[in-house]
């Protein structure tokens, strides 16, 4: 039988990467929800444009294979940039560590210091929050903290609750597939977690993250009988 894998990158819930642009005159913030890996930006003209850069795409090899050679570029860039980038070790120095963060790695940073998002760290945040809020003068340079420091506030708020919410579903849904693979009467476990609402596509997305997996490791025996278990599945799901 096939390990079960689970872990912080596994996308069976996603959340909303929030950009908090550090810009004094444009500044905006954005949710990046059609580019999976980033690297277009923001959608320009909608939904027609993004099926029409599809097609060309499909029917342009050339095309294709230099997309795909850019996404190859920019994963390499990414990466890099996380790994020569210093952990912060203060609530200030984790504020300052956030706003300088690209948008498209709000969402991984959140994961990686999900622990030091605590109840100091936002305490400390919204202190900040208030001193600006509530001085008697401000300058301009005030008021752009002011904005920058509240789209953060807002941006870790719902990353975390997201990011929480999806770790507690990653677990609940490998406890549904060890029982399903486990079990000595597979349909019957199936109605039974179908009648308690304990069946979802987030335990079928598990499944097939544990078949890849095995396939990847010739695992033929193990591969046909999760095959197996996810047919069974897919028919209760749809029921």
Not at 35 to 41: A, N
Request: glycine share 2%.
């Amino acid at each position: 039988m096939a390990t079960l894998s689970i872990g912080t990158a596994t996308p069976v819930a996603t959340f909303r990467s929030t950009k908090v642009t550090r810009t004094r005159s444009n500044f905006k913030v954005s949710c990046v929800q059609w580019d999976p890996e980033g690297i277009l930006g923001r959608p320009q003209t909608g939904h027609l444009a993004r099926l029409e850069f599809r097609r060309r795409l499909e029917k342009d090899a050339e095309a294709r294979e230099a997309f795909e050679q850019h996404l190859r570029q920019e994963k390499d860039r990414r990466r890099a940039l996380r790994e020569s980038r210093e952990i912060p070790d203060t609530p200030e120095e984790m504020i300052e560590y956030f706003l300088d963060t690209e948008a498209q790695e709000i969402e991984f940073e959140i994961a990686r210091l999900r622990h030091r998002l605590d109840e100091e760290f936002f305490s400390h945040l919204k202190f900040e929050i208030g001193q600006i809020r509530f001085a008697v003068s401000k300058t301009e340079n005030m008021e752009d903290r002011l904005i920058e420091l509240e789209a953060l506030q807002k941006a870790l708020q719902e990353g975390t609750e997201a990011y929480d919410k999806m770790q507690a579903n990653l677990i609940t849904s490998k406890q549904s597939l060890t029982k399903i693979l486990t079990s000595k009467d597979m349909n019957a476990t199936l109605l039974e977690m179908l009648e308690r609402n304990e069946l979802n596509r987030s335990v079928l997305t598990l499944l097939d993250e544990n078949i890849a997996s095995a396939s990847r490791g010739n695992q033929k025996e193990a591969v046909a009988f999760m095959e197996k278990a996810r047919s069974a599945i897919l028919k209760y799901l749809t029921v």
